[in-house]
């Protein structure tokens, strides 16, 4: 409030300044993020929308950053594929408009992220941590230095035969990519004859794979790990200076047996016992300080079988896909807990009670290009469902695991137990119909 002039036809006033006695202090100007994502990611108009309850000033950092100009924000060109590099136009353009913090959204993200936060000297976890997450050959060595439980692993060398490793492997075992995500490349393989075939098919992935990631030597090596039996689970937290706050504890209640290990239900609160989730929240926090991860979201995979806890891996970013919506019934918005605590804020996190949520990823019956969908009014009038989500348009191809990478799309569901959340999913998703049309493609050597 500044001063006022008042005027008079009998003669000069002094004038009396209106100035307050003790004048409020100017607010602090809004925490200013950059958000981390590939040109494909489903999760940024979720992050935008947090940003604006927070308060938060968002700039986004993309390979692609044409389309995303829709959204009215600042924008920085981002190469995910040489991490050195993307953290380098990071660091530029923040000498002109300063960060509070770096939200990586997927893997590759994560490495660029925590470069850059080194030389912008924000808040995260190590680059090394954040690749040694990418990387589950790294990952895998310091998992067994450290003695935090996880499958044996053996590399295999793109040039490797893995005939000379027989002698070595223990049946069932899976074959899988050292940097891929979401189960791609992952299989099960019961035989010698069965290692083979698997290691062909995996290697024709990565030949025609356009990963972020395939400029990294390690992106051709394989691991040959030991099949670990037993129910699988995730674990998604965040981490402030080495300790975790785990936010939710999903069960992943299909068996995920092979020979390919697509993810489809995740509810939540976990029926485990008490004490298995005790001990699996353990072994998540030991996993997440053996690798190094000590600042930022995380989500790590583990597997249960009776009293033995494993971790399949641990990744330096909080949950894949349009997943996090699972969260908003349960933990509140997912987004907001992740952008909040990389600006330093209170993180708006409650602890609901007699609320279960969940969300099926549709798995897709084969290969193909999608013409039809039917049943979605159907399927979204089923009790407890919240939403129904077709993650492809007509014209749209999409490919089954292992060589796949995306999914049809996605439901969600709230309810009073995981038990109903669980058979308003699987009721939802049988009203479905998706009608597609084969690939015509040439398919490699070994399938």
């Given at each position: ?65 044409g ?25 530029t ?35 090394s ?5 990418r ?52 299989i099960r393989?019961?035989?010698p ?75 939540t ?25 000590s ?16 971790v ?56 193909g ?9 159907a399927?979204r ?26 999914y ?34 040439l ?5």
């Amino acid at each position: 409030m500044g001063f006022r002039v008042v005027r008079s036809t009998i003669g000069p006033r002094k004038l009396r300044d209106r100035t307050p006695m003790n004048p409020s202090p100017p607010e602090p100007p809004p925490k200013r993020l950059l958000l981390l994502f590939p040109a494909q990611s489903y999760r940024v108009e979720a992050y935008v929308n947090a940003a604006r309850r927070l308060g938060v000033s968002l700039v986004l950092g993309t390979d692609l950053p044409g389309p995303f100009a829709r959204y009215g924000l600042p924008m920085v060109s981002v190469d995910f594929r040489h991490p050195e590099a993307g953290a380098a136009s990071i660091e530029t353009a923040a000498a002109a408009t300063p960060l509070d913090g770096i939200v990586p959204t997927n893997e590759s993200s994560a490495v660029v992220a925590a470069l850059a936060a080194e030389r912008l000297r924000l808040p995260h976890a190590a680059a090394s941590a954040a690749y040694a997450a990418r990387n589950k050959r790294r990952m895998r060595a310091i998992f067994a230095e450290a003695g935090v439980p996880s499958p044996r692993a053996i590399a295999l060398g793109p040039n490797d035969d893995p005939q000379d490793l027989l002698r070595d492997v223990v049946f069932p075992c899976v074959v899988k990519p050292t940097m891929l995500t979401g189960s791609q490349g992952v299989i099960r393989a019961d035989d010698p004859a069965g290692l083979l075939a698997a290691v062909r098919r995996v290697r024709g992935i990565l030949a025609r794979h356009a990963s972020d990631a395939s400029s990294d030597p390690d992106f051709y090596h394989l691991l040959i790990e030991d099949y670990l039996p037993g129910r699988e689970v995730a674990v998604e937290g965040t981490v402030t200076r080495g300790e975790l706050r785990v936010l939710a504890l999903f069960d992943k209640p299909d068996d995920l047996v092979g020979p390919y290990f697509e993810e489809t239900l995740y509810v939540t609160p976990s029926r485990l016992p008490a004490q298995s989730q005790a001990a699996v929240i353990d072994v998540a926090a030991r996993a997440a300080r053996a690798v190094g991860l000590s600042h930022g979201p995380v989500h790590a995979e583990l597997r249960v079988d009776g009293p033995r806890v494993a971790v399949v891996e641990i990744a330096a970013r909080s949950i894949g896909g349009l997943c996090s919506r699972a969260f908003e019934q349960v933990t509140g918005s997912l987004e907001d807990i992740v952008l909040s605590h990389a600006a330093g804020l209170c993180a708006p996190h409650r602890e609901a009670t007699g609320v279960a949520a969940g969300v099926m990823m549709m798995p897709i019956p084969r290969s193909g290009v999608l013409r039809k969908v039917t049943g979605i009014e159907a399927a979204r009038a089923v009790a407890g469902i919240e939403e129904v989500t077709v993650a492809i348009a007509p014209g749209d191809s999409i490919r089954a695991l292992p060589e796949g990478s995306s999914y049809l799309g996605f439901i969600f569901a709230r309810g009073t137990s995981p038990a109903e959340v669980e058979r308003s999913l699987r009721a939802s998703f049988a009203e479905l119909t998706f009608e597609l049309s084969p690939l015509l493609e040439l398919l490699p050597e070994g399938i």
